[in-house]
C-alpha cells in the first residue's frame, strides 16, 4: 500500500533540463523511473570506466609491464579519493532525498551545504598529505626503485587534481539526486572526450610517457567538475547552498559521513586490498605477476564501475519512496536492480574467462613471461564477478533505506574482513597460485550473508505493514 505526505507532489515532481519531461518518483511507472536512472548511471559507469581504462592500456603500451605495475601502486589513491568523495557526497545526497520524501526541503538543501563545505576542506587536507608523504605512500603501496619513479611521475597531476576530483564527485551525487542523471553523463562524457585523445597525445605524441597521462587525468577532472557545477544556473533545481548554523554543520556533517560510512568502507577498503595484493606478490613472486594484477585490477575497477552504476541508479528513487513509505515500490526497484546485476554479473564472467590473452594484450604489450601467467590469473580473479554485482547493489540499497548496519556489514565482509583474510591465508596455504581466489571466496561468503539480510529486511517491512 502506498502512502504520501503533504506537499509531496510537488516535491517530487522535478523537470528534466534536458529532455523537458516531468518525473514523480513516487508515482510515476517503476521501470520507466529505473530505465532513466539506469541509463544515465551506467553510460557514466560506463564512460568513466572506458577513460580510466585507456589511461592503463595508453601506459602499458607505452611503459610496458613497470608501467602497468606503477598504476597497480598508484591505484591506492585513486580508490582513497573515491571512498572520500562517497563518505561524503552518497551520505548526504541520500539524506537529502529522503528528506525531500518526508516533505522537508529545507533540511535536505542543509544536508548539500554542509557536504559541499565539508569536502572543501578535505581537500585541502589530501593535497598537503600527498605533496609531502607521496613517496613513502607509494612505497607502502609496493613501489620498489624501478616502479617508483613512474608511479611519482603520474601522481604529481593526481595530487593537483585532488579538489577537482573530490568536489566534483560530491557535485555529482547531489546533481543525480537532483533528478538531474543527464548532467552527470555529460560531465563524464566530456571529461572521458578530453581524457582519451589527450593521453594518446600527450604519451605518444608529447612522449611525456607515463607523467602525460596523469596530466590529461588532471585536465578531465578539471573540466568535469565544471560542467557539473552549471547545475546551480539551471532555474529548475532545487539543491541550493543555504547559510547555516555551525551546530547544524557539524549535525548534519556528522549524519552524513554516519550514512555514507558503507561505500566509504567499499572504495577505501579496495585500496586496502590492493595494497595487500601488491605486497603478497611480491614477497611470493616479482613483478611479472604485479603486472599482470595491475591489468586484473584494472578490469575489476571497470566491471565494478559499471555495478556502481546499477547501485546509483537504485538509489535516488527507492530512498525517495522510503521516506514516503512506499515499501512495495522499493521492493520492486530492487528487483529490478538484482536482476540487472545477475545478467552483468554472468556476462563480465564469461568475458573474462573466454577471452583472457586478448584482454592481456589490450592492457599491455605482452611478453612470454606474462602470458604464461596472466590468463590463469584472470580466469580465477573473474569468479568473483557472478557475485560482485549482488553484494555492491545491496549494499547500496540498505544504504538507501537508511539501514546501515546491514550496509556496513556487506561492505566491510566484502571489502576488508573476508578478503584480508583471503590474502594473507591462501598464499601461505598453496603460495601464488591461491592468492587469486581470495577475492571470489570473499565475494561468495559475503552473497551469502548479503540475501540473509535482505530477507531479514523483508521480515521487518511485513511486520511494519
Known amino acids: ?74 591505484m591506492p589513491m585513486w580508490n582513497m579519493f573515491m571512498s572520500i568523495s562517497n563518505l561524503i557526497g552518497i551520505g548526504g545526497s541520500i539524506l537529502m532525498s529522503t528528506s525531500r520524501g518526508g516533505g522537508d526541503e529545507k533540511r535536505g538543501n542543509e544536508f548539500f551545504t554542509s557536504c559541499f563545505t565539508f569536502s572543501c576542506f578535505a581537500s585541502i587536507l589530501f593535497v598537503f598529505l600527498f605533496a609531502f608523504f607521496r613517496d613513502d605512500f607509494l612505497r607502502l603501496c609496493g613501489a620498489d626503485e624501478k616502479i617508483l619513479p613512474l608511479a611519482m611521475a603520474y601522481t604529481k597531476w593526481l595530487t593537483i587534481a585532488v579538489p577537482f576530483f573530490l568536489i566534483g564527485n560530491v557535485f555529482a551525487a547531489f546533481v543525480r539526486n537532483d533528478n538531474a542523471p543527464q548532467l552527470v553523463t555529460v560531465a563524464v562524457i566530456t571529461g572521458g572526450l ?18 602525460g597521462a596523469g596530466f590529461a587525468t588532471f585536465i578531465s577532472q578539471v573540466i568535469a567538475c565544471i560542467i557539473l557545477s552549471t547545475h546551480f544556473l539551471n532555474k529548475s533545481r532545487k539543491i541550493k547552498f543555504l547559510k547555516i548554523s555551525l551546530r547544524d554543520f557539524i549535525l548534519r556533517t556528522k549524519l552524513s559521513l554516519k550514512t555514507g560510512f558503507a561505500p566509504f568502507i567499499v572504495d577505501f577498503s579496495f585500496g586496502i586490498t590492493v595494497i595487500l595484493f601488491n605486497n603478497q606478490i611480491m614477497k611470493y613472486s616479482g613483478n611479472t605477476e604485479l603486472a599482470v594484477y595491475g591489468t586484473v585490477v584494472n578490469v575489476a575497477i571497470f566491471f565494478q564501475s559499471i555495478f556502481y552504476g546499477v547501485g546509483q541508479a537504485l538509489q535516488p528513487p527507492v530512498s525517495e519512496n522510503n521516506g514516503a513509505h512506499n515499501f512495495g515500490r522499493v521492493r520492486s526497484f530492487l528487483n529490478l536492480s538484482l536482476v540487472t546485476a545477475i545478467i552483468l554479473g554472468i556476462l563480465f564472467t564469461l568475458v573474462a574467462e573466454l577471452l583472457p590473452s586478448q584482454i592481456l594484450r589490450i592492457y599491455m604489450k605482452v611478453s612470454p613471461e606474462v602470458m604464461a601467467v596472466g590468463p590463469t590469473i584472470l580466469r580465477k580473479y573473474s569468479i568473483s564477478f557472478l557475485f560482485m554485482g549482488i553484494n555492491v547493489v545491496s549494499s547500496y540499497y540498505f544504504q538507501a533505506i537508511l539501514k546501515t548496519v546491514s550496509s556496513l556489514t556487506v561492505s566491510l565482509l566484502r571489502g576488508c574482513v573476508l578478503c584480508v583474510l583471503f590474502i594473507l591465508l591462501l598464499p601461505a596455504i598453496g603460495g601464488i597460485n591461491f592468492l587469486w581466489y581470495a577475492m571470489p571466496l570473499a565475494e561468495f561468503f559475503t552473497f551469502v550473508v548479503t540475501i540473509i539480510l535482505i530477507k531479514k529486511n523483508d521480515m521487518g517491512i511485513k511486520e511494519k505493514k
Do not use: H
Open 1 to 74: 500500500m502506498q502512502t504520501s505526505l503533504p506537499g509531496q507532489d510537488a516535491e517530487c515532481v522535478r523537470k528534466s533540463f534536458l529532455s523537458g519531461a516531468y518525473m514523480n518518483l513516487l508515482t510515476d511507472s517503476v521501470k520507466k523511473i529505473y530505465s532513466k536512472y539506469l541509463m544515465f548511471s551506467i553510460g557514466s559507469a560506463i564512460i568513466a570506466a572506458i577513460y580510466s581504462t585507456v589511461d592503463a592500456i595508453v601506459v602499458g603500451q607505452y611503459e610496458g609491464a613497470n608501467g602497468s605495475a606503477a598504476l597497480s601502486c598508484i
Open 194 to 211: 578530453i581524457n582519451i585523445p589527450g593521453d594518446i597525445f600527450c604519451v605518444f605524441g608529447l612522449k611525456w610517457g607515463i607523467g
